[in-house]
């Protein structure tokens, strides 16, 4: 049973999902893309537009302005593509864009996510269950590898779900870029 399960799955798009408001997108956003398609042979990665963080304050952009800026990052990396789904969802919450993208279960899905991220995501409706659905791959950002370590997220995940990327880091937010 175990062969066919393995089977089946190696026959899956690998597909990765960074969620977020992109306000504004930046090359960090960017740069994990392009390493988490490299090191993990992702055939796409969908930037997951949301018209609000649930943990934040109203967005410096309105949703338009994000997604043409954020097209207009990813440039030649085709592979990136820039989606908005809570209309079609009706929903702004990860485990639901999980489990309509993988409806037809024809997904191995990475989701992919910034170590200071990690540190809340256990706060995240339904965190166990993305967990479960979903490769998670965090990428270290400055500052935040001790504290995302120790992270109830961290400590109470199957590491085989879970992947703690090291990588030249880009020292850029979307904080430090609204500021400007």
Known sequence: MAKFENKLKSQKIKIGILGGTFDPAHRGHLEIS????????LKNIIWAITKKNPFK?????NLKNRTQFAKKLIGKNDYIKVKFYEDKIASNRTIDLIKHLDKNKKFEIYFIMGADNLINFHKWYKWKSIIKKCNILVFDRQGFKAKSLKSVTF?????????FI?????????????KI
Do not use: E
């Open 34 to 41: 392009i390493q988490a398609k490299k090191r993990f042979k």
């Open 57 to 61: 304050n109203k967005s410096k952009f």
């Open 166 to 178: 090291n990588f030249k880091k880009v020292n850029i937010s979307s904080s430090q870029l609204r």
């Open 155 to 163: 400590n109470g995940a199957n590491k085989n779900n879970l992947t």
